[in-house]
């Protein structure tokens, strides 16, 4: 085994390669025994800098002096923007009337830049192009099965459309046979006309012949030609077959839809590297309750903000509200279904989504109309939440009691189902209980499953993070339940306990930090932030209201 590179050997001397090292060259990086210090300054006794071993690279090597030999630079003309010797500073020449810094107090700042840059490299910048070669990494992942969904729905639209043909070809076989009958109406109707005048015809004729042979003056006197009237032809029917005018394959493309061209945006990441750059908020040592508005609901479930000055709110009611934050209901809408919804999100553009339970539906307002965005077979929705990037994630049960899963979809079309964790074990639990779910600033998605007692935090790829089962405390004895959930702009989590009365927050990696247990929380439910930070508390039973919460400084 090499003595220079065993991680089980003590460091030996660079020259002799045997002695244990006591010293170190701070000018040459060499590592000496106290034997060979002789031998490795002989050549130039003042250059080197021993020092002992563990006081290593401890001292500065100042640049030579280009001017004066034999001294070194310790300070920086700042006008000529170069290291200068003491004699350079008194120079009557090349340096008349400069003004210098000291090169060490420089140093020193460059090496708090240096560490403050490492630092950030570290903590931050390396974080985020791991978060965004995990995202793009996620993307490629799920590409095929995103153009695999991409094409059968294209196949079912086809399958649609032949089933289209095929009776719009039905309809026109039963066109075109009616239009023969007609058809055969016509002619048949204008020929009894014709074999009409034809029978008063031969008749005229039979009553000419024996005229021709009667010698009857009275009969023959009595005689008006009929031929006038017989020359005067009926008009002729022409009846034209009908025509059909196929459209062409290109029109037929067109008609089937249209492919809109693959497009890719770029988004402004310094912007973002910025924002994580702020100065962090901290907590304060006691939440302030800054307002208390009563909606009026007896059994109020979620909350979710629109702007800082307006939120929308739903109970066990068909109505959604929204309400300013003097309590003044600014908007109102009813689910289509006539039951409760069963959650609400806001979109970036300010759009109100919703999930109804007895439709199995995801559902978006838009001026005022409710559009079906989602429909599920054998799936129920529960809850849902709007992502950075305008995907929905949704919770939703099995008709067969089957775990529980989130799917993330963009627009209608399902992009991701998240399960099962990498043991094949099911991420929440069965039971039809509500899981609330919410994305952090660092994409992880938090599912609070009530029926599991536990948070429940994926990465965005879908592999578990962690999960949190609660904080021993013994004031805090009712088990814990959590509900409603939601993360700020510090990644925070924050979590309903609604039976202990109480918010839990907890860092990004699941550290319990502290308990939201003040401002006189009643079964706080579902819960929301705005983008100052400000928290919304939804209190479930009888009060009807929702607290504003500081709880950031």
Same mark, same amino acid.
């Given at each position: ?294 909606? +009026? ?228 439910? +579902? ?27």
């Amino acid at each position: 085994m090499d003595p220079h590179h065993s991680a089980q050997d003590v460091v030996r001397c660079d020259l002799c390669e045997t002695a244990i090292v006591q010293m170190y060259c701070d000018f040459c990086h060499v590592n000496l025994c106290f034997a060979c210090i002789g031998k490795h300054i002989a050549d130039d006794y003042q250059k080197h800098i021993v020092v002992p071993f563990q006081n290593r690279k401890s001292t500065l090597i100042y640049p030579k002096c280009s001017t004066h030999q034999n001294k070194v630079c310790e300070f920086l003309c700042k006008e000529c923007d170069m290291s200068v010797c003491s004699m350079c500073t008194i120079s009557a020449d090349k340096h008349k009337g400069h003004t210098f810094s000291i090169l060490y107090e420089i140093y020193n700042e460059r090496k708090a830049d240096i560490t403050k840059d490492s630092e950030e490299i570290e903590n931050i910048i390396s974080a985020t192009y791991e978060e965004m070669a995990t995202d793009l990494e996620t993307q490629i992942a799920n590409l095929d099965g995103e153009y695999v969904k991409f094409t059968t729905v294209v196949t079912k639209h086809g399958e649609e459309w032949h089933k289209e043909i095929d009776n719009a070809i039905n309809k026109m076989k039963n066109e075109i046979e009616e239009m023969k009958i007609k058809h055969l109406e016509i002619l048949k109707k204008h020929l009894d006309e014709i074999k009409q005048i034809q029978s008063l015809i031969e008749q005229s004729l039979i009553t000419l012949k024996e005229m021709e042979e009667s010698n009857e003056v009275s009969v023959t006197m009595e005689y008006r030609s009929k031929n006038k009237e017989f020359r005067k032809l009926p008009p002729k029917v022409r009846v034209s077959l009908p025509t059909f005018s196929p459209i062409d394959s290109e029109q037929l493309y067109k008609s089937l839809g249209s492919l809109i061209p693959l497009s890719f945006t770029t988004d402004e990441n310094a912007d973002t590297m910025k924002k994580r750059e702020t100065s962090p908020k901290e907590l304060m040592d006691e939440p302030k309750l800054v307002t208390t508005i009563n909606t +009026g609901y007896k059994y109020l479930c979620n909350v979710t903000c629109l702007s800082e000055e307006a939120f929308w709110t739903c109970a066990e009611v068909s109505d959604m509200k929204c309400f300013n934050v003097k309590g003044k209901v600014i908007n109102a809408i009813k689910t289509k279904s006539g039951e409760r919804s069963g959650d609400i999100a806001v979109t970036s553009d300010g759009n109100l989504v919703y999930c109804d339970q007895k439709t199995k539906t995801v559902n978006k307002v838009k001026s005022g109309q409710i559009e079906e965005v989602i429909r599920l077979q054998g799936w129920t929705p529960l809850k849902l939440c709007v992502t950075s990037s305008g995907d929905l994630l949704v919770t939703m049960c099995s008709d067969d009691q089957t775990p529980s899963k989130v799917v993330r979809y963009s627009g209608s079309t399902e992009k991701q189902t998240i399960l099962y964790d990498d043991e094949g074990k099911p991420l929440y639990s069965g039971s039809p209980t509500i899981k609330h779910i919410s994305e952090n600033r660092n994409l992880d998605i938090c599912v609070a499953d009530c029926g599991a007692g536990a948070v429940v935090v994926v990465k965005q790829t879908g592999k578990l993070r962690f999960r949190y089962t609660g904080h021993s405390s013994t004031t805090k004895n009712k088990a814990f339940q959590p509900l409603g959930i939601t993360t700020d702009s510090q990644s925070q989590i924050l979590t309903v306990d609604p039976y202990n009365h109480c918010i839990h927050i907890l860092d990004q990696n699941g550290q319990f930090l502290r308990y939201i247990d003040h401002c006189n929380l009643k079964y706080p439910w +579902g819960l929301c932030v705005d983008k100052s930070d400000n928290l919304f508390v939804t209190e479930y039973y009888y009060s009807g209201n929702v607290k504003k919460i500081n709880y950031l400084q």
